[in-house]
């Protein structure tokens, strides 16, 4: 399979606890993205790599969230101090880096913090 | 502040109608304009794109239209099929926006038999 990989499917966690999302993109691809969905919303942006460098962060993504893409390869999505509110569907995608073209992205992660 | 809105959350057709889903955005700087489709405990797939220079993209049952100085386009699906029901996300990019997506809020097509 070579789609958008993420892992775990699932995370329950509790608040207060920390997490971290692992995605491994389509292997041309250097444009990684990440963005969160939560129940009757369409997927929010929150972070996106060119290669390694981390070139844009959304408002929505608060200090105790820290994503990171050491090699330009995979990436990480880390949540610190989970708390209920950051409940939500973490979506990874990719893309070449190309003007006008489309993202692919994962199944998600799905993450619970009770 | 929506961005791209989907005013209607749901939609109903039978097999073989057309399904039209409809999509407003307000800001006048996107120039690009995707479709994806979504099947629960998956991610969102692509369907279709629109570049603001065009005012109509096919592509198989699947056509986009685009009207800019109204800022709304709509997906139509001819003839509809079962598995066409998902969660369809209109989605929008602007200029110098990293290939950045701004989603609306989705709408839920069924089409049954």
């Known amino acids: 399979d070579t789609g958008v990989s993420q892992n775990p499917r699932h995370k329950i966690t509790k608040r207060g606890q920390n997490v971290t999302f692992r995605c491994d993109p389509i292997s041309e691809h250097n444009r990684l993205y990440w963005y969160r969905q939560t129940l009757g919303q369409g997927p929010e942006f929150l972070t996106y790599f060119q290669n390694e460098a981390q070139l844009e962060k959304s408002r929505l993504l608060s200090d105790r969230f820290s994503a990171e893409r050491p090699k330009g390869s995979f990436s990480t999505l880390e949540i610190q101090r989970t708390e209920q509110g950051d409940s939500a569907m973490y979506l990874c995608a990719s893309s070449l880096g190309q003007n006008n073209e489309k993202l692919f992205f994962g199944s998600g992660t799905q993450l619970s913090v009770l | 502040d929506q961005q791209v809105k989907q005013n209607s959350p749901s939609l109903s057709v039978q097999e073989g109608r057309i399904s039209i889903l409809n999509c407003d955005y307000t800001?006048?700087?996107?120039?690009?304009f995707l479709w994806y489709k979504k099947y629960p405990a998956e991610g969102p797939t692509f369907l279709i794109s629109?570049?603001?220079?065009?005012d109509k993209n096919e592509d198989g049952r699947f056509t986009v239209f685009l009207n800019k100085s109204a800022k709304h386009l709509s997906l139509h699906i001819v003839p509809s099929q079962p598995g066409d029901s998902a969660v369809y996300f209109c989605a929008a990019r602007s200029t110098g926006g990293g290939n950045k997506l701004t989603f609306g809020t989705g709408t839920q097509l069924k089409v049954e038999l």
């Open positions: 629109i570049s603001s220079i065009k």
């Open positions: 800001n006048s700087m996107f120039d690009y």
